[in-house]
């Protein structure tokens, strides 16, 4: 597949479904003086060729019970490229990731219980080509990836984005597995599944998907989004727009800071993931920028303004062929979505 041609108001307006990924073609196009007709063109044309979609990133509570685990896999007798498409075939993996350390196959474990976690991190064991499997279950976590910027626009289109959204700058969200106050009826799970297929998705058209009343789609749809059940989420072929470097930080943070510490990284606009998790080290990171220089550049400037980190490792993803339950290959674009099914 070609590579779309990314013009200057193609990339602002990704940059503004960044942040504002369900935001109307109307209010779009009066935050970057631009036609909404032209915007929504532009963004069919740039879906078609598989460089962008936005999905629904469901609430932890309503498709599991269990944290994540970080999981690291030292390779044997075959090549990592190998192990990772077998492990392609399991279930639970949001993100499959080949990683330039010790451990060269990176995985997270989303279970819908921690039985199922550990079933899953057990058939991992019998996956030829593996040696060697370190968990490091989630403690807690501050998501990320939804808020990620590239930074496209200026202060101002992102000043009245965020306030479109309702969103104030710099805020930390936690992720956690609390489920909904009492569990969702048909009509909510409903939405909520067309809502992970289709961030974007209208409430008549999942009036018309879900054999609603325009109405009741109406109402749920906004119970749906106000109470957090699915957030909107853009995924982007970051290659296609010049970020060709994900990483992933191990720090070994002084005990009491962590939670200082997680709040400091999780400001800096080139990561994605903070967790605190079970292991000989504190915190685990994730982060996207351009390129393996500015990998140093983040280490060696932004790492290093941080008191409490006593140690840092660094592994740069080499590829990463699942990131947020989305299939995705740098030639082709975005493939399979595996969502999560629904508690």
């Known amino acids: 597949m070609t590579r779309p ?3 200057e108001l193609d990339r602002r307006l ?3 479904l960044h942040l504002a990924p369900r935001a109307t073609w109307d209010d779009l196009g009066g935050i970057l003086a631009a036609d909404a007709s032209t915007l929504k063109r532009r963004y069919d044309r740039l879906q078609e060729a598989r460089m962008v979609r936005v999905i629904g990133q469901a609430d932890w509570g309503v498709h599991s019970a269990a ?3 970080h999981v690291f896999l030292d390779v044997t007798g075959d090549t990592p490229l190998a192990v990772l498409d077998r492990l392609r075939g399991l279930p639970h993996l949001p ?3 080949q990683l330039s350390g010790d451990y060269p196959v990176y995985a997270v474990v989303h279970a819908p219980s921690d ?9 991992m064991f019998s996956v030829p080509g593996v040696r060697r499997v370190k968990a490091l279950p989630a403690l807690s976590t ?13 202060d101002g289109e992102r000043a009245e984005l965020l306030a479109l959204i309702g969103v104030r700058p710099g805020a930390t969200a936690t992720a956690t597995v609390t ?5 969702l009826n048909d009509a909510e799970r409903t939405v909520v599944a067309l809502l992970i297929q289709d961030g974007r998705a209208s409430a008549a058209s999942i009036a018309r998907s879900a054999g609603l009343a325009t109405s009741t789609a109406h109402r749920v749809v906004r119970r749906v989004l106000d109470e957090g059940w699915v957030r909107p989420r853009l995924e982007i072929v970051s290659e296609w727009l010049g970020f060709e470097t994900p990483f992933v930080l191990r720090l070994r943070v002084a005990p009491g800071d962590t939670p200082e510490v997680m709040r400091r990284i999780d400001q800096l606009p080139q990561t994605r993931l903070v967790a605190h998790v079970a292991s000989d080290l504190s915190v685990l990171a994730a982060g996207l920028v351009t390129d393996r220089s500015a990998v140093a550049r983040f280490v060696d400037d932004e790492l290093a303004a941080i008191p409490g980190i006593l140690g840092v490792g660094v592994d740069v993803m080499l590829t990463e062929p699942r990131r947020y339950w989305l ?3 740098i030639g082709s674009g975005l493939g399979t979505f595996h969502a999560p099914a629904l508690l």
Do not use: N, Q
């Open 14 to 16: 990704i940059g503004a």
């Open 142 to 154: 501050l998501r990320r990836g939804i808020t990620w910027d590239p930074r496209f626009l200026g």
């Open 115 to 123: 039985a199922e976690t550990s079933r899953a991190i057990d058939r």
């Open 179 to 183: 489920p909904p106050a009492k569990p």
């Open 5 to 7: 041609f990314l013009d």
């Open 95 to 97: 993100v499959l990731a």
């Open 67 to 69: 944290m994540p685990v």
């Open 327 to 329: 299939d995705r290959d």
